[in-house]
């Protein structure tokens, strides 16, 4: 399958929720420039306060993690983000899958609160998908995409 994943993802603890911490988290960026590499490919970066949320990129070919379900459908790319089974809140009610022609991109956002993980702590987590059908120029997802699913939620 002729894929372009990006995944963003952004973990912070209760210490970034709010003040001066919380504004430079929100500053991150959700896309990133796209390598030059031949599709298909994953990209995921990640972003964490342990680290001042300095961008830690990751190359690598598929299968795709399990949080996303990609299937070839009439030509188009069906694409169906799925959530969590450890982060709340529980989303009972879920967007339908996306189904993009070949050049055409889309982003999708979902957040979690992960409690009793890691020791204990809880933690959060903004999920930024970037995906495209097919090979696209490497800036394509730096702006405003022409598909885009929110599924944040409030994750007290």
């Known amino acids: ?10 973990t912070w603890t209760k210490r970034s929720r709010g003040g001066a911490e919380a504004t ?8 990133f420039v796209l390598p030059e590499r031949a599709v298909p490919f994953v990209q995921e970066i990640k972003m964490s306060e ?3 949320f300095e961008p830690r990129e990751e190359l690598t070919r598929p299968p795709y ?9 009439t030509g188009q ?5 799925l ?9 009972h009610r879920r967007p339908p899958a996306v189904r993009l022609a070949r ?17 204990g702590a809880t933690f959060y987590r903004l999920d930024t998908l970037n995906l495209a059908h097919g090979a696209v120029p490497a800036d394509t997802i730096l702006g405003e995409p022409p598909r885009f699913i929110d599924e944040r939620a409030h994750i007290w």
Do not use: K
């Open 103 to 119: 050049g055409e991109w889309l982003r999708w956002h979902i957040n979690y609160r992960f409690a009793g993980m890691n020791g």
């Open 50 to 52: 342990a680290v001042g």
């Open 24 to 31: 430079r988290r929100n500053a991150v960026p959700v896309s």
């Open 83 to 91: 959530a969590s089974a450890w982060g709340a809140p529980r989303r």
């Open 65 to 73: 993690r399990s949080d996303v379900r990609l299937q070839l459908v």
């Open 77 to 81: 790319l069906q694409v169906e983000l």
């Open 1 to 10: 399958m002729d894929a372009v994943v990006q995944w963003v993802r952004t």
